[in-house]
């Protein structure tokens, strides 16, 4: 898996590519927990080259968006594939998460 980490404004835009499972949570949870503690709690997680999603995966994802929100912060998800749609369709996680087809939109999002 390779990560990426950018920033666009106030915004930090993590790009993953390759797969999301345990091994990988934890890098991400890592740089989300070292940009809020400096208080970048906007976060979009670009998923646009993640070939597969696990529990582990999805967990992770839940428990950054929640402890984004209790610091006043948001997570949003940006171009999941079909597959990964599909996940958060079946766990009815669609209803927790901003999703966006465009980053464009996640970055207007936390703009407005």
Known sequence: MDIRV?????IVIIDIDGILTSYESKKIDEI???NVLKNRNKIIINLDNVS?????GMETLVSIK?????RKGNLCLVNPN??????????????QFS??????????????
């Open 32 to 34: 989300v927990s070292e």
């Open 52 to 56: 597969h999603i696990d529990s582990s």
């Open 6 to 10: 950018r920033e666009n404004s106030d």
């Open 82 to 95: 079909n597959s990964i749609k599909k996940i958060l369709d079946l766990t009815k996680l669609t209803k």
């Open 99 to 112: 999703i966006f087809s465009i980053e464009d939109d996640a970055v207007n999002y936390f703009s407005n």
């Open 66 to 70: 929640n402890n984004l929100v209790d």
